[in-house]
């Protein structure tokens, strides 16, 4: 399984963007897509996670109402619509994918996202 992530840039703070995550393969129906960040300094964290079949969707705390999982099965792409973006989302974003398991096995390069004050 490989993974492309994309979208990422600069905006300033309030603004949005979207993320997208594509599979190379079709993905399997029990798998879970999640997303990731790792801002400068810290360890990464857990920002928001859907599944491929029933589209179950967890996000974290800090990004509630802000940020919005979705998936196109279709394309076997996952997007991270994110509004309203603080300069504390700052970060390198990454998706990654469990497979066949129940791990994050899968990782894709990462996307850069930088919010200006």
């Known amino acids: 399984v490989q993974l492309q992530a994309s979208g990422g840039g600069l905006v300033q703070a309030g603004g949005s963007l979207r993320l997208s995550c594509a599979s190379s393969?079709?993905?399997?129906?029990?798998?879970?897509v999640g997303w990731f960040r790792q801002a400068p300094g810290k360890e990464r964290e857990f920002v928001a996670s859907?599944?491929?079949?029933?589209?179950?969707?967890y996000y974290s705390d800090f990004v509630k109402g802000r940020f919005t999982i979705s998936k196109d099965n279709a394309k076997s792409t996952v997007y991270l619509q994110m509004n309203s973006l603080k300069s504390e989302d700052t970060a390198v974003y990454y998706c990654?994918?469990?497979?066949?398991?129940?791990?994050?096995?899968?990782w894709g390069q990462g996307t850069k996202v930088t919010v200006l004050q």
């Open positions: 990654a994918t469990t497979g066949a398991g129940t791990r994050y096995d899968y």
């Open positions: 393969t079709r993905p399997f129906s029990r798998s879970a």
């Open positions: 859907i599944t491929w079949g029933i589209g179950l969707i």
